[in-house]
């Protein structure tokens, strides 16, 4: 076996645990190790196809794999669990920035190396040079795009979804990257080729802040899958344009999978591919005033809520993104300790979409030791709900919102929800009556039998711990 197939087997070890990393990453139970699997694989493919191209030597490799694994270690040591979402955002923005640096990189030795009077074009050939790019392109609008995501997941330019003349400025920044892609690619002067080169970047930045522009917080997490998936075809695109076949594997693995997420993704909030770029969803929408309303709502304090809970033998608790703002996952895991030690089943319903990405309240929870087999999916567990005793909401709210099922103007009508209504108790903890995401009053919170616990999520919980622990025969 020559060095070439010795490296071409060695490339179906990362490949290998790509599959097996994404596989154990679709149960709770296996995703802690999945993405441990997954995380060797990209380690080792670096590797391999550094080692195979022989652009650097092991100096620089191990020095890069430092220098990386330093900075992706001390971003995600610096984030809570409430920031995983913008931690997602950055990373991969990360993986487009490389993409379009790569495609930048292999056109300036395409440049430097030519004859004099020889096209870029003429240089790399046709198939490289259009996967040249498509490198830098799809890089770039990656990295803008993730970038804003990230930014208004944080809260700033949380309402920066009407762009006056958003749409020709969208066309507009497109069709100018695509006429600098062709100078860029065709021009024999240098100079002009290369400042081409640098439109065509300017350009696909903005194309790709239009684009995320409009979409508004309810509809992030359908954004951030979509970005994965874009992400994944950068580098597919950067293999394509260096010849190397594991980045060409790792690319299609991930854009394929970033691709399932994203449609599983628009299933769950009933939307569209087309209607979240167009946004309006979570845009700032207002609950003031006219049927927003609020007429016959019931709060309550702990005491009274913990004498609920001591006659109740099943209990779901439904944590949403306000849970984790309150950093009250703990809370919430020693209230559900307390129920199961007084006999009380005890699950948390997870709806897909809750929090700020696809399993952003599994991550929260795992933060706070919650057993998995207390985790249960939408699917599972909307169906029982009527046997249900009690249903404490803990920061939740267009994931419970009735006007999903009954109303056909809502912003959420026909969004697959938690149907906690349908249990013979609901307690809603909240800060205040304020709107979700959608903008949209909650018709939960008027329910005869639903009952709001205004405060802070941590400290209720704590509150409704020490009622019960209070109670409990001595």
């Known amino acids: 076996m020559n060095a070439e197939e010795l490296v071409l087997v060695a490339y179906l070890v990362p490949v290998a645990l790509f599959v097996i990393g994404l596989k154990r990453l679709s149960k709770v139970r296996t995703a802690r190790r999945g993405n441990f699997m997954l995380a060797a694989g990209v380690m080792l493919a670096v590797v391999i196809t550094l080692v195979e191209m022989g652009v650097v030597d092991y100096t620089w490799i191990l020095v890069g794999l430092a220098v990386g694994a330093t900075v992706g270690a001390v971003i995600v040591l610096w984030a809570s669990a409430t920031s995983m979402p913008q931690v997602v955002a950055r990373f991969n923005g990360f993986g487009g920035a490389a993409a379009a640096l790569i495609g930048m990189s292999l056109f300036w030795d395409a440049v430097v190396d030519r004859d004099a009077g020889t096209t870029p074009l003429a240089a790399l050939g046709a198939l490289e040079s259009v996967a040249l790019a498509v490198s830098v392109v799809i890089g770039a609008v990656t990295f803008s795009g993730s970038l804003l995501a990230e930014v ?226 939408m ?5 029982d709900f009527p046997n249900v005793d009690v249903v404490i909401v803990v920061g939740a709210n267009d994931v419970v919102n009735p006007a999903a099922n009954e109303a056909t103007g809502s912003p959420i009508a026909g969004m697959p929800i938690l149907d906690v209504e349908n249990a013979r108790r609901v307690m809603v903890i909240k800060r205040s009556l304020s709107p979700g995401y959608a903008g949209i009053k909650n018709e939960l919170f008027e329910r005869d039998h639903c009952t709001m616990l205004f405060g802070d999520a941590k400290q209720v919980l704590d509150d409704l711990t020490r009622e019960l622990k209070a109670n409990v025969p001595v």
């Not at 993704?265 to 003031?288: E, P």
């Not at 005890?346 to 952003?360: D, E, N, Q, S």
């Open 152 to 377: 208004k997941l944080w809260g700033r330019l949380s309402r920066l979804t009407r762009i006056p003349g958003r749409a020709p400025l969208l066309v507009a920044s497109s069709v100018l990257t695509a006429a600098a892609a062709v100078a860029g690619l065709l021009l024999a002067d240098v100079r002009w080729a290369a400042l081409s080169m640098v439109g065509l970047l300017v350009f696909s930045l903005l194309a790709g802040f239009f684009a995320v522009a409009p979409v508004g917080g309810a509809d992030m997490p359908v954004m951030i899958s979509l970005l994965n998936s874009v992400s994944g075809i950068a580098v597919a695109a950067s293999g394509f344009a260096i010849g190397n076949t594991m980045l060409i594997m790792g690319g299609i693995i991930v854009g394929a999978a970033g691709l399932m997420l994203t449609q599983i993704m628009c299933v769950a909030m009933n939307r569209t591919l087309l209607s979240v770029f167009a946004g309006g969803l979570g845009d700032g929408g207002s609950s003031d005033g006219g049927s927003d309303t609020y007429e016959n709502v019931v709060s309550s304090d702990p005491e009274e809520a913990a004498m609920v809970l001591e006659v109740a033998r099943s209990v779901v608790i439904v944590p949403g993104y306000g849970l984790a703002a309150a950093r009250a996952q703990q809370a919430a895991a020693d209230l559900a300790g307390v129920l199961a030690a007084q006999g009380v089943e005890v699950r948390f319903a997870i709806h897909p979409v809750a929090g700020r990405m696809p399993g952003h309240m599994n991550v929260v929870l795992a933060e706070a030791d919650v057993p998995y087999d207390r985790l249960v999916e």
């Open 379 to 383: 699917d599972r567990i909307n169906s």
